[in-house]
Each structure stands twice: as structure tokens, then as C-alpha cells.
């Protein structure tokens, strides 16, 4: 099964995609947005070309978690698969270091911290009881983050 991991944001969305089978998810992509149904259509473009048969949503305390409930609500009517939300704490703080940890270069990171936050939501969700049990693998030229499920 093919998961989507949502790291939601005002103005960005961090997106990693998981596989039950393979058992790894890697990020995917960060996109930006001036209003949330271009948000929604652009996530959505992206759940249809990858197959993704259940999405995640990382989400946090406070006003940005209502805004993220209202997005999640809107994006699941719209894609039709299962949606649910996954607590995101710390996720950013913990991509940064195991970004920095793999040699991924500053400005990559910048660019994908989202999509880096992402990646840790689904790997949350697929069991994951513990960061220390994450494996990172760098892509030669590319230097991805691609983490492990247990």
C-alpha cells in the first residue's frame, strides 16, 4: 500500500510517500500555494500519479491545527481515500538533524525540510516506535533521505 505523508503549512506542503511493501518512504516533493484549493488540487494531481491508497496529515497544536482539520476535511472529500491525522511533533526538528546527519547540503535542506518532515510523518505511522531505528541511505548524486520502517 502506498501511503501519502502531509506536512502541512500556509504557504508549503511537505510531501513524502511511504510503501507498506518496500517498506521505506522517501520525500517527495514540497509545493507552494496561494489558496488552499490550489493546494488541494496540487495534492491531489500528486495522489492520483503516485496511487496512493491511504494519506496522512502531520498535525500540530493550537490554530494551525484547525486550519489543518479544515484542509484534511476538504482534501479527503476530494481524493476519496482514507484520511488521518498523525501527531507531527517534532518531526521538522528531527528531519534537520538527520538531513544534516546524511550530508545533505544546507540550501537542499531548506528546500525540502518539509518534504524531509514528511517522510518521518508516514515513517510515524508505519510503526515507528523510535528515531533511532531509522536507517538512512544517500543516493549517490542526489542525496536523498530515505528512511526505513521497522
Do not use: C, W
Request: aromatic share 8%; hydrophobic share 40%.
Amino acid at each position: 500500500m502506498r501511503i501519502l505523508a502531509i506536512d502541512y503549512g500556509r504557504k508549503k506542503i511537505g510531501l513524502a510517500i511511504g510503501d507498506t511493501e518496500t517498506r521505506f518512504a522517501e520525500p517527495h516533493s514540497v509545493i507552494r500555494f496561494n489558496t488552499l484549493e490550489e493546494a488541494i488540487n496540487k495534492v491531489s494531481r500528486v495522489s492520483r500519479v503516485s496511487k496512493v491508497s491511504k494519506v496522512v496529515i502531520g498535525i500540530s497544536e493550537g490554530k494551525m491545527a484547525k486550519e489543518t482539520k479544515e484542509f484534511g476535511k476538504r482534501l479527503e472529500e476530494k481524493l476519496g481515500v482514507p484520511l488521518f491525522f498523525q501527531d507531527e511533533t517534532l518531526t521538522t526538528q528531527e528531519a534537520q538533524e538527520l538531513s544534516i546527519k546524511a550530508g545533505i547540503k544546507r540550501k537542499k535542506r531548506r528546500e525540502l525540510e518539509d518534504a524531509y518532515s514528511a517522510t518521518l510523518i508516514n515513517y510515524l505511522v508505519n510503526g515507528g516506535i523510535s528515531l533511532g531505528l531509522i536507517f538512512l541511505t544517500l543516493f549517490s548524486d542526489s542525496k536523498v533521505l530515505r528512511i526505513a520502517f521497522p
